[in-house]
Nanobody, 115 residues
């Protein structure tokens, strides 16, 4: 079994920064990729940023240039540095861990950006 735990959410004013962290633990041999998704009220969950085992990253267009994802393969952790936050970034952020062929999710952490 794999456990995924996020931390670092909170309330911040527009233009501010937050850093989200995620740690995976349990029966892990090798993680193929990790990522951050978010779900705003009334909207579908969407990919924010992802990173694979080789360090290749991808971002949603809406966060490019503002968010940075980084990972540590040895520690099974991933972080998301979020700068220049906007009210539309308000959502529950979920960490996703891919260990092919399965995918594991954390319970989410709330990010609220006030205008």
């Amino acid at each position: 079994q794999v456990q995924v735990v996020e931390s670092g959410g909170g309330l911040v004013q527009a233009g501010g920064s937050l850093r989200l962290s995620c740690a995976a633990s349990g029966s892990i041999f090798s993680i193929d990729g990790m990522g951050w998704y978010r779900q705003a009220p009334g909207k579908q969950r969407e990919l924010v940023a992802g990173i694979n085992r080789g360090g290749l990253t991808n971002y949603a267009d809406s966060v490019k240039g503002r968010f940075t994802i980084s990972g540590d393969n040895a520690k099974n952790t991933v972080s998301l540095q979020m700068n220049s936050l906007k009210p539309e970034d308000t959502a529950v952020y979920y960490c996703n861990v891919n260990i092919v062929p399965r995918s594991y999710w954390g319970k989410g952490t709330l990010v609220t950006v006030s205008s």
